[in-house]
């Protein structure tokens, strides 16, 4: 008849001195006591194979040589960019097609400056940016503004670079001086917020046929000779038009 085994006494992890915080102390006293826990309950995993058997000795189950903790990083850390607006989520596909694009001089450099300019000042999680077309031109003329004999661009030169855009598809107007960005190409907010303008968009255009529609097709189609750029480049200096607030 074999007899009953002792009783373990449960063991508690030793308190940490408030004064004295120690990594690897609290790690001691966790790897401790997760040996023993371990321990305890392989001991009573084997206690009925032990009954049934005869006696040989005592058995003891494996012994636990060590616990591996490893720190991974916050995932609530922040990426680290320059400037105080924060940074936008971009298609790499779109990204590569923009260069692509100047460089086949299949769209002007007007509309390339236009829509950065209107994708960097979206509002959050909204995919809108509350831009009229003569704030376009003030903010793409900003650094020029302070520069001796620099040239500028237009406000007419933004209005057709505006309308471009909407044929492309990258950009669409929803009034009031708002312009909504095609957010599958460009969007500053969580997959969340994407999601969810996505369909709004999709409300919007819901009677419109989607291969040809905001925000699935995307221009311009590929062509060999473009017009030519019309910022002015080889003409005299224009001053910047007076800030007035227009739709």
Known sequence: MTSDLPSRESRRPRAVSASRPDKALVQDSLIQL??????GEMEKATAPQRAAAPQQGPRRGPKLKGVH????????????FAGGAGYSLASNWFTQLLAQLAVANSITKS?????????????????????TQQEITDGLNELAAKKDNARFITRPTVNRAVR?????NWIEPVGNGRIRLN???WFRGSSVA??????????VHKDENPAVSFPDRIGPEIVHHQEALDLNLDGESM??????RTG
């Open 34 to 39: 997760l040996a023993d826990q371990l321990g």
């Open 69 to 80: 903790f490893e720190y991974g990083d916050d995932p609530r850390d922040v990426h680290d």
């Open 111 to 131: 509309e390339l400056c236009v829509f950065l300019f209107v994708a960097g000042g979206q509002t959050a999680g909204t995919g809108i940016a509350e831009y």
């Open 164 to 168: 471009a855009l909407c044929e492309y």
């Open 183 to 185: 957010v599958k190409l």
């Open 194 to 203: 994407q999601h969810n303008v996505l369909a709004e968009i999709a409300e």
């Open 239 to 244: 001053e910047p038009a007076r800030k007035r």
